[in-house]
């Protein structure tokens, strides 16, 4: 039997880097009841239903690794990472990271258009932190479909409206906020490319900071054979959704992709992949004679501030990355053939 809360937590985690929160940094009180020009676009038992649908797809497709099994049910950046995943878990002979997007509380909105959104928060166990998945009706004919999930970052701060009341549905142009939320992600990911973890217009997080620092610590250890660039950017295989929180914010779900180039320049050196890269690089041969290409896809959740209000910062408050492919070209600027 699924366990969903009708209780929506305002969610308060801990500025940690990307560590474990014990089940204090939660805390859960009654969202506040408020009329409603709209009714929720389901009930608690339709909720459940589409919810343990998309858990029983993500259940069959684990126990095979198949991604195949995901699309009846996953789609846009879900799909493409949990696929990912699978790629992964094979290639190193582990285990796909357990998703959970069935229990804990959920909101949903009360459009009476196109797409409608479920959004869950859980917490699979007291060492972890909490768990935002997006579920998406695309048209009155579509199934919902898992779109994407995230880990919350440290810091992260927020409260949805509960089930009864319903929130509104956000699409990618979606105006009252110090950015739309397609020009809140292309700033975030141009901030990223800039090389900066913070800004003016967005502020600092664990995954900025971790992504720049992952592209230092590769480039200074392969310094001797050459270099390592990263690279983030839009596609329009993602959608961009969200919904309007309790203070008139938004909170927004999306995807990205990112890679990391490794590009040997020094005649006669010896560069070499390692770890989950490694693995999944095309060949037997971890050495990169030329370039290599490794690709991620990220799904970040926004929390865009409500325009006039106080705080016009953006911040990142969830996300989380899946290492899909390693391509390499040997003949690609290979110093030895020059």
């Known amino acids: 039997m699924m366990k969903l809360r009708r209780i929506l937590p305002v969610l308060c985690v801990p500025a940690l880097v990307l560590g474990a929160c014990s089940s204090r940094d939660l805390v859960a009180p009654e969202a506040a009841s408020q009329p409603s020009s709209a009714s929720p676009n389901l009930d608690s038992a339709r909720i459940e239903r589409v919810l343990g649908s998309i858990q029983d797809t993500l259940n069959t497709a684990d126990a095979t690794r198949d991604a195949a099994a995901l699309e009846p049910r996953l789609e846009g950046g879900a799909l ?32 009476d258009q196109w797409p409608r959104v479920i959004v869950n928060v859980s917490s699979p166990d007291q060492a972890s932190l909490p768990v935002l998945a997006f579920a998406v009706q695309d048209d009155a004919r579509s199934k919902y479909k898992l779109v994407g999930w995230t880990r ?27 950015k739309t939320p397609k020009e809140a992600l292309q700033g975030y990911v141009d901030m990223l490319n800039s090389g900066n973890a913070g800004n003016d217009q967005y502020a600092g997080d664990d995954f900025a900071r971790r992504y720049l620092q992952d592209a230092k610590s590769l480039n200074d250890a392969v310094q001797a054979a050459g270099n390592v660039q ?7 295989d993602f959608p961009i959704l969200g919904v309007e929180l309790v203070d008139g914010s938004a909170l927004v779900a999306a995807s990205f992709t990112y890679t990391q180039t490794y590009q040997r320049t020094v005649a006669r050196s010896t560069m070499r992949l390692g770890g989950t890269t490694a693995a999944l690089a095309e060949g037997d041969d971890d050495t990169v004679k030329g370039k290599a290409t490794a690709t991620y896809v990220v799904t970040v959740l926004l929390h865009i501030p409500k325009s006039g209000s106080g705080s ?27």
């Open 80 to 111: 493409r990472m949990r696929s990912d995943q699978y790629a992964a878990a094979k290639a190193t002979n582990t285990e796909v990271p357990k998703l959970v997007v069935n229990q804990g509380s959920v909101a949903v909105t009360n459009s």
């Open 152 to 178: 919350a970052l440290g810091g992260a701060q927020f409260q949805l409206d509960n089930v009864e009341k319903g929130s509104a549905a956000l699409g990618p142009d979606a105006q009252g906020f110090v």
């Open 230 to 236: 990263a690279h983030a950017d839009l596609s329009a």
């Open 312 to 338: 016009q910062q953006i911040s990142v408050v969830g996300a989380e990355r899946a290492l899909g492919s390693v391509v390499k070209d040997d003949g690609a600027g290979n110093p030895d053939q020059r």
